[in-house]
């Protein structure tokens, strides 16, 4: 195998959310002895476990809070957030502000009473903070969801429409929904809330997939954006995830002189660098 020559994605690795919530959490564990995030600050293990190293904890339950509680960057509901004051000797939060500029978004939507659907994943704890328990707020993966009898009624019937999407969706859906959405209601209100970071990590990695025969894609399996990335990838070459460099398959480079590599925005900076020590390495 000869050397491997590699194209590292312009955009890659921490975003600015990601960052200020690590800080914010090492920050808060420099100064107290009980300092703990309330679920898991960002989707990253090997960061999460430097965060652990420095004192700080995880609890999953409000009621299971104390010291300092940092609130996760993916952001939580109104009713978690109330119960963690109740309980939490004090709270911290290390909220994206781009995430909480889409819940601004919703809410003002929605006060105006507008039905509001967000391009997201259901399951994600940033779609389920962004939601808020509200049966007006409607999560959507694709705009196949859109034909459902039961939701196409309620979008038709509905005083007012708003689109926004989860701040690490794949542009691509965000547009497809957006366009199935303009057929049932040409007035809906549309915002794509794709946070900058996420649009210039999709743009980098395209460039290098629409050219390359292989990508690689650094980043945890439960990182959302990691797995867009993946997935817009794929669209046009092949690509392969890794958590770190221990996960590098050698017959993935058999006949491979050229390689791009990205990363997820959760994924740290020596975790990316170890990747690409390792494929050099081969």
Known sequence: ???????????AGFCMGVRRAIETAE???????????????????????????????VVHDPAEAAGTIVIRAHGITTAERDALCRQAGRVVDATCTMVQHIKDEIDAAHAKGALVLVCGEPE????????????DVV????????????????????EAVTLVAQSTQLIETFDAVALALAEL????????????????????????????PLIVVVGDAHSANTRHLVELARRHTRAERVSDASELDPE????ISEVGVSAGASTPDETIQKVVEGIEGL
Request: proline letters at 5%; hydrophobic letters at 40%; one cysteine or more.
């Open 185 to 212: 209601r040409p007035d809906a209100a549309v915002h794509n809330t794709i946070c900058g970071p996420t649009r210039k990590r999709q743009e980098a990695l395209l460039t290098l997939a629409q050219t390359l």
């Open 27 to 57: 920050a808060e564990a420099a100064g107290s002895d009980a300092v703990f995030t309330y679920g898991e600050l960002i989707h990253n293990q090997a960061a999460l476990d430097a965060l652990k190293t420095k004192g700080v904890g």
């Open 252 to 255: 993935w480079f058999t006949g």
């Open 124 to 135: 994600h704890p940033e779609a389920i903070g962004l939601k808020d328990g509200r049966e």
């Open 1 to 11: 195998m000869g050397r491997i020559k590699i194209h590292f994605a312009e955009a």
């Open 139 to 158: 999560v959507i993966r694709e705009p196949l969801e859109l034909r459902d009898p039961e939701l196409k009624k309620r979008v038709e019937r509905a």
